[in-house]
């Protein structure tokens, strides 16, 4: 039975030649596609299959091309990726029912790459200061306490208990909220800090009781811990044999969510596309540098907004799992798009 590293050497050959129309050498393939082995087990492969039919080669010192058999092998491929595609939009669509609910959301796409990859799906969400805000509500609660909610465009909902140095009364509290909403709704987070800083900063504010009370309060409410991060399958993610050897190294890493928070931020970063891979060492978490990575970002109103992946062995069919994340990445930018439109 051919096994992955084979049938990825063989469907890049047989999709070279078609857009080439030249028999196709290990040296062409090295230079072209960026394999995680050397050139001489490429050379060792493509002998085997040769051998195995389903390569030819014209001429002794040509490259190959693909037979009948190879060409064969190419379009099964090329069906299998189309009905693995049409697996996931199929589990995407039974997201629909909680697209309205962000957390739910994600939980479900981390839970859905990761049935489809048998690996360590990853879904976070939008940084904090990265959200925009939709309205925020304010109500007394025990003496000098204020309960704080805020409602972000992007469908997050913020809960929070703050203590003030005095008392506000109900009407107090209701004009601050009118102030503030009408001052920062449809601001990124990050945009109401600056302004409540440049605003607290300047003597005619502070002359200005109430509106001082209401720099105050909102510098308070927007002050969030790091976000969340939905993960599933660890449990199999950490009984795969490849890492045995380094379990409890890896197992730690996985599980310092601010950690792998951080690094999926990086990642995304650093990408010119969306989507990014990491593999083996190129993993700036010693820890890590046994795994593959498939991190892709998603979108709302145009901008970067959380990212989605999958974690898994360097070994692991880097194609199919760019297509899975990339698929995800896509479905909650739209969802996130027509949830915006109906706010």
Same mark, same amino acid.
């Given at each position: 039975m051919m096994n992955d590293r084979t049938g990825q050497v063989l469907y890049t050959i047989v999709q @070279?030649?078609?857009?080439?129309? !030249?028999? #196709?050498? @290990?040296?062409?393939? #090295?230079? &072209?596609?960026? $394999?995680?082995?050397?050139?001489?087990?490429?050379?060792?492969? %493509?002998?085997?299959?040769?051998?195995?039919?389903?390569?030819?080669?014209p001429h002794t010192s040509a490259g190959r091309v693909p037979t009948d058999r190879g060409y064969r092998f190419y379009v099964d491929r090329i069906r299998? %990726?189309?009905?693995e595609g049409?697996?996931?939009?199929s589990m995407l669509a039974g997201l629909e029912s909680v697209r309205d609910d962000i957390d739910s959301l994600l939980e479900g796409a981390a839970r859905t790459l990761s049935e489809n990859s048998s690996y360590l799906g990853v879904a976070a969400p939008a940084k904090p200061g990265r959200t925009t805000l939709n309205r925020i509500e304010l109500f007394g609660y025990k003496g000098r306490h204020i309960a704080v909610v805020l409602i972000t465009n992007e469908g997050v909902i913020k809960h929070k208990l703050i203590r003030t140095e005095w008392e506000i009364t109900p009407n107090n509290?209701?004009? +601050?909220?009118?102030?503030?909403? @009408? !001052? $920062?709704? =449809?601001?990124?987070i990050d945009e109401i800090r600056l302004k409540i800083i440049k605003e607290m900063s300047r003597e005619k504010a502070m002359c200005d009781i109430l509106i001082?009370?209401?720099?105050?309060?909102? &510098?308070?409410?927007?002050?969030?811990?790091? =976000?969340? +991060?939905?993960m599933h399958g660890l449990a199999e993610f950490i009984g795969i044999p490849d890492f045995s050897y380094r379990i409890k190294d890896i197992a730690r890493a996985i599980e310092d969510k601010g950690m792998v928070l951080k690094l999926l !931020?990086? /990642?995304?970063?650093?990408?010119?596309?969306?989507?990014? #891979?990491? +593999? =083996? @060492?190129?993993?700036? /978490?010693?820890?890590? &540098?046994d795994l593959g990575m498939v991190v892709a970002y998603y979108t709302q109103d145009g901008k970067q907004a959380g990212t989605v992946g999958i974690i898994g062995p360097i070994r692991m069919d880097y194609a199919k799992t760019i297509r899975l994340v990339e698929t995800t990445a896509r479905f909650i930018s739209d969802a996130l798009t027509d949830k915006r439109s109906s706010i």
């Open positions: @070279s030649f078609i857009e080439t129309h !030249e028999p #196709v050498g @290990s040296r062409f393939l #090295v230079k &072209r596609y960026n $394999f995680n082995f050397s050139p001489a087990t490429i050379r060792n492969i %493509m002998a085997d299959l040769e051998e195995l039919g389903f390569l030819s080669q299998q %990726m189309h009905e049409e697996k996931l939009t509290l209701r004009r +601050i909220s009118e102030y503030l909403n @009408s !001052e $920062f709704s =449809g601001y990124a001082s009370k209401a720099m105050e309060i909102c &510098r308070e409410a927007l002050n969030f811990p790091l =976000g969340d +991060i939905y !931020e990086k /990642v995304c970063q650093e990408s010119e596309d969306g989507t990014a #891979v990491l +593999i =083996g @060492s190129e993993n700036p /978490v010693k820890e890590m &540098r």
